[in-house]
């Protein structure tokens, strides 16, 4: 059940992104937790390229309380998905909006939307970087999303620097802290 200081806690960081008159996307971020108490499995899918993409999978997987996930490799290549408490919360995905390669963002900026029968929600990068690309197989099978959320519903590739994005991977959550989260947030 949505609580009244998760809404205002909502609120207060999309209100003003809405009306500031800023160069990015107004939106409203999705209200999930009124939407699903199912917490789901939200452990990244080992059998595909999002934790293959290197040999000893990734260094890190760090969660947002916007419910995206990031797992940077070595490298610096991270991907960026949806959790799956997400998308059961957003219902059967019909259109992926996916950001243009080369695109520089900073964090929290909106990268593209998942469209649902349910709703529209923006998804936010939660660090800065650049885009690599896009999951092209989201255009022609929205339905991965809601299939593979944590796998191959990935959502964007993007070139992080883990040393300039320290303080902000440091305030994101590790898969335990993120349930618990949820958990709290019920």
Same mark, same amino acid.
Request: no cysteine.
């Given at each position: 059940m949505l609580s009244t200081s998760s809404i205002t806690r909502s609120l207060a960081r999309t209100i003003p992104r809405a009306v500031s008159g800023t160069s990015r996307t107004p939106a409203f971020r999705l209200f999930l937790r009124c939407q699903s108490t199912s917490h789901g499995n939200n452990n990244l899918n080992k059998n595909e390229l999002p934790f293959k993409f290197s040999p000893t999978g990734p260094k890190l997987v760090k969660y947002s309380k916007d419910h995206e996930w990031l797992a940077m490799h070595a490298d610096g290549t991270t991907f960026l998905g949806i959790t799956d408490y997400a998308a059961a919360a957003l219902g059967d995905a019909t259109y992926i909006e996916l950001p243009e390669a080369d695109t520089e963002v900073d964090a929290n900026d909106s990268i593209g939307s998942v469209e649902s029968v349910k709703s529209a929600s923006e998804v936010y990068v939660?660090?800065?970087?650049?885009?690599?690309?896009?999951?092209?197989?989201?255009?022609?099978?929205?339905?991965?999303?809601?299939?593979?959320?944590?796998?191959?519903?990935?959502?964007?590739?993007?070139?992080? $620097?883990?040393?300039?994005?320290? $303080?902000?991977?440091?305030?994101?959550?590790?898969?335990?802290?993120?349930?618990?989260?949820?958990k709290s947030d019920e």
């Open positions: 939660p660090v800065n970087g650049t885009v690599v690309e896009g999951n092209t197989d989201l255009e022609s099978s929205p339905q991965l999303i809601n299939s593979d959320p944590m796998g191959k519903g990935w959502i964007a590739k993007l070139k992080v $620097d883990e040393a300039t994005n320290k $303080d902000i991977l440091d305030k994101l959550f590790t898969l335990e802290q993120y349930e618990q989260f949820l």
